[in-house]
Structure formats: C-alpha cells, structure tokens
C-alpha cells in the first residue's frame, strides 16, 4: 500500500509559478514512478510530468521548458515546479505512484493516485 499528500495548490496570476508537492508513504520501495496529471471537468486526465525512481524524467508537450519535475531523496519527495503558468493550466493536478514494474510484460501491478490539489490561475 501506498499513500499520496499532495499540497502547493493554490491561485496564482497568469505568469507566476507554484510548486507542488507530493509525499508517498507506506511501501515507498515499491514505487518505480511518480507522475503528475491534471484534469479539468469535462475532459481527460492528462499526464503533466513523471520521474522514474532512477531519475529519468517525461513531460507533456504543453509543459516543457515551463514545469520542471525533482525528487528529494532525503525526503522522500516528489516535486512540480510551475512556472510561467498560464491560464489554461487551471486544473486538480493528482499525484500518481505505479508500482512492481514487470519488466517482462511492462506492465505495472498497481497505481496509487492522492487526493488532488487545485491550481487555480488568473487572468
């Protein structure tokens, strides 16, 4: 089992930044990725940014050279930098861990999502 606290939500001006935290707890060896997704109401949960446990790191088109994803190892914590952060970046962002990557199948034997934060921007 794994458990997800997410915080840094908040409302920021078009152009300003925010960092988003999310803390896993429990069977944290287990967790090979964390990503972030956001979702709007009324469309698809997309993904924003993700780091492997090795520190390989992805992002969505719309958020590169813009957000920036880390982990602090000494805690244990995953980090969302936004920046430049523009209206249509309004959203619940989730904290998503995957866990017991099967390399044979490539396939992940669980996910664990948090509680959501909300990002809200203005114009």
């Known amino acids: 089992q794994v458990q997800l606290v997410e915080s840094g939500g908040g409302l920021v001006q078009a152009g300003g930044s925010l960092r988003l935290s999310c803390a896993p707890s429990g069977n944290t060896l287990s967790i090979n990725a964390i990503d972030w997704h956001r979702q709007v109401p009324g469309k698809q949960r997309e993904l924003v940014a993700g780091i492997t446990s090795n520190g390989i790191t992805y992002y969505g088109d719309s958020m590169k050279g813009r957000f920036t994803i880390s982990r602090d190892n000494a805690k244990n914590t995953v980090y969302l930098q936004m920046s430049s952060l523009k209206p249509e970046d309004a959203a619940v962002y989730y904290c998503?861990?995957?866990?017991?990557?099967?390399?044979?199948?490539?396939?992940?034997?669980?996910?664990?999502w948090g509680q959501g934060t909300q990002v809200t921007v203005s114009s």
């Open positions: 998503n861990a995957r866990t017991n990557y099967d390399s044979a199948t490539g396939q992940y034997e669980s996910d664990y």
